[in-house]
């Protein structure tokens, strides 16, 4: 059946987060915030990587493509959201949610990849820093980000056109804040065994293969700071890698719950898509780049020339 049978169901309703009147200017203005937070750190990372030279490194080329995938995850879920959050038409339009879940999956899909890539240059570099120039080469990593996308965008070929060909009757609310795939099967009138099925065969590949990637290379990398004989430079360390793997776990964490669990439309479904969607790419531009030093001081060169020109 081809998209255009969608006649049963123009539109959905969504929910959000709360139904209270007196709550979602509250929650309007926290989102706001954070979406705002959010736009300025990855966007400041992006500006900054780009224009110093001295941040023309194997690790920062992929932490610019981690930030623009954090730049789109936020702004596939949050604009969407806020505007629901003042409005008293809580509706997306069919085709809107089925751009909104495309968008979503090569985004997050390929946020998850590039998050291993960086594992794995950060193994590369602390475990084998004689040869880390020879292994990290220009055309490897170019290479690694393109599998990334690309990983990505196969994720969304293979579950949209599957998703197109659903039937939508009658009840037609979402109880969430945003479209997400799991969301749409319980409103389906049409069988969606094979929805599932392929969902779980390209997400848990995808996640497992990616996550157990993340944790060898962590498994190789402890070790390797262990032998560290300063302290305050094993110290320093674990610090950052700590940091790492905390926003790392509550990632994958929250999106293979998200995912994996039964809908519901219980509040957890709502903290995990939160947490994936919504937290991690706030928190990506301080926990990988703003704590770094290098960073400080190519984001003060960068305001001393924007200075200069005026």
């Not at 969608?6 to 309007?28: K, M, N, R, W």
């Not at 194997?58 to 610019?64: D, G, K």
């Not at 240059?121 to 055309?139: E, F, K, T, W």
């Not at 099967?185 to 599932?196: G, Q």
């Amino acid at each position: 059946m081809a998209f255009v049978n969608h006649s049963t169901v123009t539109e959905f309703i969504l929910l959000g987060l709360s139904a209270d009147p007196h709550i979602q200017p509250l929650l309007f203005v926290l989102f706001l915030v954070i979406y705002l937070l959010t736009m300025m750190g990855n966007l400041m990372m992006l500006l900054v990587i780009r224009t110093d030279s001295h941040l023309h490194t194997p690790m920062y080329f992929f932490l610019s493509h981690l930030s623009f995938t954090d730049f789109c995850v936020s702004s596939v879920i949050v604009p969407k959201m806020l505007e629901n959050l003042l409005s008293k038409k809580k509706t997306i339009s069919v085709a809107g949610c089925l751009a909104q879940i495309l968008f979503l999956i090569v985004t997050a899909g390929t946020e998850s990849c590039l998050i291993s890539v960086m594992a794995y240059d950060r193994y590369a570099a602390i475990c084998h820093p004689l040869v880390y120039g020879q292994v990290m080469s220009n055309q490897l990593c170019v290479q690694l980000v393109f599998i990334s996308w690309s990983l990505g965008i196969l994720d969304a070929l293979i579950n949209i056109p599957l998703a197109m060909k659903m039937d939508f009757c009658e009840f037609h609310i979402i109880p969430h804040y945003s479209c997400e795939l799991p969301s749409l099967f319980p409103l389906s009138c049409s069988d969606v065994t094979i929805n599932l099925i392929v969902m779980f065969c390209s997400v848990v590949p995808h996640g497992l293969g990616t996550s157990l990637s993340i944790f060898y290379s962590y498994g190789h990398i402890v070790p390797t700071i262990l032998s560290i004989s300063s302290t305050s430079g094993r110290t320093k360390a674990f610090s950052t890698r700590s940091s790492h793997l905390i926003t790392v776990s509550l990632f994958y964490g929250s999106a293979f719950l998200r995912y994996l669990m039964p809908t519901s439309g219980s509040p957890q479904e709502l903290i995990f898509s939160m947490q994936y969607s919504v937290i991690t790419p706030m928190l990506n531009p301080l926990i990988y780049s703003l704590k770094n030093k290098e960073v400080k001081a190519a984001l003060k060169r960068t305001v001393e020339k924007v200075f200069t020109m005026f």
